[in-house]
């Protein structure tokens, strides 16, 4: 078979529910899928545990693992793909370097659209 090789590195998910952190790589392209809170630093209602934690405080307590180009300084991730809209799956977006583009699912970009007073209905 010809053609660019996808390898695929999954850097948190695979041991547990939640935190999902997934590579797709080529020789030319990078691509996250997810960047998850696991689900040590969550509460019982799925909200982060820490909210105000610093990139530092994460990385050295071993909650983000420093991978280049995501969380640090390092080789270009061409985007970050987000499956669906929990802290599970994009707890930790916001830790990311910001020129990376995220892109979320139809699902997700739908969900957005919805006005915060409705979501916020219980």
Not at 12 to 17: D, V, Y
Not at 18 to 45: A, H, Q, Y
Not at 52 to 67: A, H
Request: hydrophobic share 40%; net charge negative.
């Amino acid at each position: 078979m010809d053609g660019p090789m996808l390898i695929i590195k999954v850097h948190r998910g695979a041991q547990e529910i939640g935190g999902n952190c997934i590579e797709l790589k080529t020789t030319t392209s990078r691509l996250i899928l997810d960047v998850g809170m696991p689900p040590t630093e969550m509460s019982d209602d799925g909200a982060p545990r820490n909210p105000r934690s610093s990139l530092d405080d994460l990385i050295q307590r071993g909650v983000i693992e420093p991978i280049p180009g995501l969380f640090v300084q390092g080789p270009k991730i061409d985007g970050i793909l987000l499956s669906h809209a929990h802290v599970g799956h994009a707890g930790l977006i916001e830790y990311t370097l910001p020129d990376i583009t995220v892109q979320p699912s139809a699902w997700v970009a739908a969900l957005s659209s919805i006005p915060r007073r409705l979501m916020s209905c219980t």
